[in-house]
């Protein structure tokens, strides 16, 4: 092999991938939502709070579509949906904080689209966290009111559609 084909092959293997996870990646996912939603500066009490919505069990790994996106050996990014007929909710959506704004969300979004559309889905729904709001908005999704938070009494989330 040349020097160029060794170099290519170096390039190719620092391309970030997109595989379906597997029940052991559930405490790599867990940690980098986390991770993820700490980034909009929560409070630790927030963040506890959180903690079982954000928490990836193993169970639910190979009942729901769950993709992530590697890059370098390390998870830049996941989601999870749950299949519904015709509709499909996103579960969890998260990018590491050191990835945010690499276009890395948009790729791993373009991606759970198609999962989505490929499973028979023709309308995608999210209860946002309010800080991805902007987001989810620039992929094409529209606010249709608000959806109550999962872990946070009384908090309203914006809860967002697209149709596939």
Request: charged share 25%; proline share 5%.
């Amino acid at each position: 092999m040349g020097s160029t084909s060794r170099a290519a092959s170096r390039i190719e293997a620092a391309e970030p991938v997109i595989r379906r996870a597997v029940v052991g990646d559930a405490a790599r996912l867990t940690d980098l939502a986390l991770r993820s939603k700490a980034v909009w500066g929560y409070d630790a009490a927030f963040m506890d709070a959180c903690r079982v919505e954000l928490t990836i069990g193993a169970e639910s790994i190979p009942r729901q579509p769950t993709f992530l996106l590697e890059e370098r050996g390390r998870i830049a990014g996941f989601y999870q949906l749950r299949l519904s007929g015709p509709s499909a909710a996103v579960a969890q959506f998260f990018i590491a904080p050191e990835a945010l704004r690499s276009g890395l969300g948009r790729r791993l979004w373009r991606h759970l689209e198609r999962t989505a559309r490929d499973a028979g889905a023709h309308r995608l729904e999210v209860d946002s966290d309010p800080n991805a709001e902007g987001f989810y908005l620039a992929m094409g999704m529209m606010r249709r009111g608000e959806a109550p938070s999962g872990s946070i009494a009384e908090r309203l989330l914006p809860h967002l559609i697209e149709s596939l």
